[in-house]
């Protein structure tokens, strides 16, 4: 069998040449994000359905495709069939359980609620050509076994998907 002998010289210059090249690639895919334009914003909760998360999943579907279309409004480019599309896949939501307690005011408690899914891009032909994870969790103060009382869980849902949209770009590197 034929022996491979790679002098120094030889090994650093291959070496330098894979990092040129991978620069050269971060660059274009900098480039390619800097000029990003979607036609589209679409939500996908289906996550949640399958969960059985149904209640979660209509109120993020209702708030989370006008937040995006705020935060991403100087990169929507409807009339664009060139455009490609944003999808923000919602994979998991946990309204955290309020334990009875006197921390801040009259019966009022602490939790922790959170959101996690991803930012997915496709190209105007449909194909994925970037996803970006996201998890955001974040306090909240509400009263004992507010589980149970709608409105405050719909509110709090709704700033759950405030939250993913105001993250995302930057989880993208916009």
């Not at 034929?2 to 050269?24: D, K, V, Y």
């Not at 409807?78 to 923000?88: E, M, N, S, T």
């Not at 955001?136 to 004992?144: D, I």
Request: hydrophobic content about 45%.
């Amino acid at each position: 069998m034929g022996e491979l002998h790679l002098t120094r010289r030889a090994a650093l210059a291959g070496l330098t040449m894979a990092a040129a090249s991978a620069s050269a690639a971060v660059r274009a895919s900098a480039a390619s994000l800097g000029d990003l334009r979607f036609r589209e914003v679409r939500v996908d909760v289906s996550p949640l359905h399958d969960k059985y998360e149904d209640d979660e999943a209509a109120w993020i579907a209702a708030v989370l495709p006008g937040y995006l279309r705020q935060t991403f409004a100087k990169r929507l480019a409807p009339a664009d069939r060139g455009a490609g599309v944003l999808v923000a896949r919602i994979d998991n939501v946990v309204l955290g359980w309020s334990h009875s307690g006197l921390n801040f005011g009259l019966m009022a408690t602490d939790t922790t609620d959170s959101i996690e899914g991803a930012g997915i891009v496709l190209d105007a032909r449909g194909r994925v050509v970037g996803s970006y994870p996201l998890f955001s969790a974040f306090g909240a103060n509400t009263l004992p076994n507010s589980p149970y009382q709608t409105d405050i869980r719909r509110r709090r849902a709704e700033m759950l998907a405030l939250s993913f949209a105001q993250w995302l770009p930057g989880k993208m590197g916009l």
